[in-house]
């Protein structure tokens, strides 16, 4: 994998950094749209904890044998701060809380929810990281909150088991938004994919009061949903949460995180493809008006 290699922005050329941070958003964007179809595909098989879990399993192992070679030396102290912190909210809760939200919603509409994050994150970019904090910010986030509104308006309308999934998707967003800023000062003294890793491990500690009933279900559960379960280890989580911390490395936070505003987009068409699901109405408007806040939120103030 490219991105397990660390490269130091400052004897790396520009140019050669703008080549791979693009290669690693694209393949970031890809992969994390194709999680949430491939949780929805599993979910029967899986509940929320064991899935959380056999995934992190699986990307443990898989990126532990391209992360561990390179480790010249572990976390000490204080350093285990910011790593556990966002492996218990990242890896842990937010997996947990969207596989319990994709029980409820479609895997469109859940993307679109999450899709909240971006402004979260810019947000506290600007006052944690002091990465700016400008007036179109506030004015994008009110928009695309009216849009989340509305989605969950649409969802109360249909049952209240949706209206529980909008608020762990909200839940979600939440904690990968307060993970991200987390995260970006380890990216200062470990590659990308040992940052990754840890967190991780972090993530599959927490969730080992759900390993018989993992096990339990791996054996119930036919071939197709265990090769699902395998496939989100690898590609959306080892893979995928790697390139994004490598991006992460080099690019602003909030910057990075307007990326992300491709995602439900993808994941609708992948979800359309696989699964043959389509967003309600409301989760269609509802996904406009939040793209269109997101969109104002890049708007440079004269």
């Given at each position: 994998m490219a991105t397990s290699?660390?490269?130091?922005?400052a004897t790396t050329p520009s140019r050669t950094i703008s080549k791979l941070g693009i290669?690693?958003?694209?393949?970031?964007?890809?992969?994390?749209?194709?999680?949430?179809?491939g949780i929805r595909a599993v979910g029967p098989s899986f509940s929320p904890g064991s899935l959380?879990?056999?995934?992190?399993?699986?990307?443990?192992?898989?990126?532990?044998?391209?992360?561990?070679?390179?480790?010249?030396?572990w976390p000490k102290g204080r350093e285990w701060l910011p790593i556990v912190a966002y492996g218990v909210m990242w890896f842990a809760g937010?997996?947990?809380?969207?596989?319990?939200?994709?029980?409820?919603l479609?895997?469109?509409?859940?993307?679109?929810?999450?899709?909240?994050?971006?402004?979260?994150?810019?947000?506290?970019a600007g006052v944690i990281l002091k990465e700016g904090f400008p007036r179109w910010l506030i004015i994008g986030s009110l928009v695309a909150f009216g849009?989340?509104?509305?989605?969950?308006?649409g969802s109360g309308q249909r049952s209240t088991a949706d209206v529980a999934g909008v608020l762990l998707c909200l839940l979600a967003a939440v904690l990968a938004a307060v993970s991200v800023i987390v995260q970006k000062p380890v990216l200062r003294k470990f590659s990308a994919a040992q940052a990754t890793w840890f967190g991780i491990m972090v993530g599959a500690v927490c969730c080992l009061p759900w390993a018989g009933?993992?096990?339990?279900?791996?054996?119930?559960?036919?071939?197709?949903?265990?090769?699902?379960?395998?496939?989100?280890?690898?590609?959306p989580t080892a893979i995928a949460f790697t390139t994004w911390a490598y991006a992460l490395?080099?690019?602003?936070?909030?910057k990075l995180a307007a990326t992300t505003y491709l995602v439900p987009g993808a994941t609708i068409l992948i979800s359309w493809a696989v699964l043959k699901e389509i967003p309600t109405i409301w989760g269609l408007v509802g996904g406009v008006i939040c793209l269109v806040g997101v969109g104002l939120t890049r708007r440079r103030s004269r």
């Open positions: 290699t660390p490269i130091s922005p290669a690693a958003v694209i393949v970031t964007v890809v992969l994390w749209a194709s999680a949430f179809v959380t879990l056999g995934r992190l399993v699986v990307a443990a192992v898989a990126l532990g044998i391209v992360a561990l070679p390179r480790l010249k030396r937010y997996n947990l809380a969207l596989n319990a939200a994709e029980h409820m479609d895997a469109g509409t859940s993307a679109m929810l999450i899709n909240v994050s971006p402004i979260l994150i810019a947000v506290l849009g989340v509104a509305l989605i969950a308006l009933q993992l096990v339990a279900e791996v054996q119930a559960a036919p071939l197709p949903a265990t090769l699902g379960l395998v496939y989100l280890g690898i590609f490395s080099l690019i602003e936070a909030g």
